[in-house]
């Protein structure tokens, strides 16, 4: 079953707890009955004295893969990480602005290394020494950052979110595909945003959601890429077909504010 964006937005706002999810706004009848469709379907049952649609196991859990894929499987996937395809990771390689010896680039939840081994590829066809192409790595895998040391790549084990950027030399550029689930993705990336240098580059693979949600994170995030002058574009439908999946994604462009 595939969803409209709209039915999405509405699906992104509702009030979610336990196993019961409550619509919070007011919608006329068209759109109550695709939104309804989507719910029953999802196996929410309405209870009118709970004035809410019933789920026999966590509504967000249901919920989030409808968001994230625009459409309802029965099928489950793990939707918090998605490693990225090879020819993906080497066009997102390429927005990064090449420009001095000595760049520093930044790859947080590097999983196995697709993202960071195309920014070194661009590097040393840039220049053949790959001199300017200083890559740090983070994962919170401790299998994942072996495999990227085996690249040769300097890579942390830690999460993400608990590494404090005034412990590191600023980056020049961010290039990154964070987790997803619960919105996870916002956070990374704008925490990533505190590891740049002013006028520093981030490039970031990100759920769709970004441009449809309307809680207070999505929209503060959205005025964030505003605010710097920013960019998010849709990508292909399928583009995480190969790693198993057909969540939809957008990558997100910015630069960090000159101070």
Not at 7 to 13: I, N, T, W
Not at 80 to 92: C, D, N, Q, S
Not at 156 to 174: G, H, K, S, T, W
Not at 217 to 236: C, D, K, W
Request: hydrophobic share 45%.
């Amino acid at each position: 079953m595939k969803i409209s964006t709209d039915v999405l937005a509405v699906l992104s706002g509702c009030q979610m707890s336990g196993n019961q999810l409550v619509l919070t706004e007011q919608l006329d009848r068209q759109m109550y009955s695709a939104v309804n469709k989507v719910l029953e379907a999802a196996g929410g049952k309405w209870n009118r004295k709970a004035k809410a649609h019933v789920f026999d196991e966590a509504a967000a859990d249901v919920m989030e893969p409808i968001i994230l894929t625009g459409e309802y499987q029965r099928t489950k996937q793990d939707f918090g990480v998605f490693f990225t395809p090879l020819a993906l990771a080497r066009r997102l390689a390429e927005r990064i602005t090449f420009t001095h010896t000595g760049m520093r680039l930044l790859e947080p939840s590097a999983g196995m290394g697709a993202l960071a081994t195309a920014a070194r590829d661009a590097a040393q066809a840039d220049d053949e020494s790959c001199s300017w192409a200083d890559i740090t790595c983070f994962d919170i895998q401790p299998k994942h950052v072996v495999a990227l040391r085996a690249l040769g790549l300097h890579a942390e084990c830690a999460d993400f979110l608990d590494e404090d950027p005034r412990d590191y030399e600023p980056f020049d550029a961010v290039l990154m595909n964070p987790p997803f689930a619960g919105q996870a993705d916002i956070r990374h990336v704008m925490h990533a945003a505190k590891f740049l240098k002013p006028g520093g580059q981030l490039v970031a693979i990100m759920s769709a959601g970004v441009l449809f949600r309307r809680d207070r994170l999505t929209e503060s995030f959205r005025a964030l890429v505003h605010a710097r002058g920013g960019t998010i574009t849709a990508l292909p439908a399928d583009s995480f077909r190969e790693s198993g999946t057909g969540v939809n994604t957008v990558v997100v462009s910015f630069s960090e504010r000159m101070r």
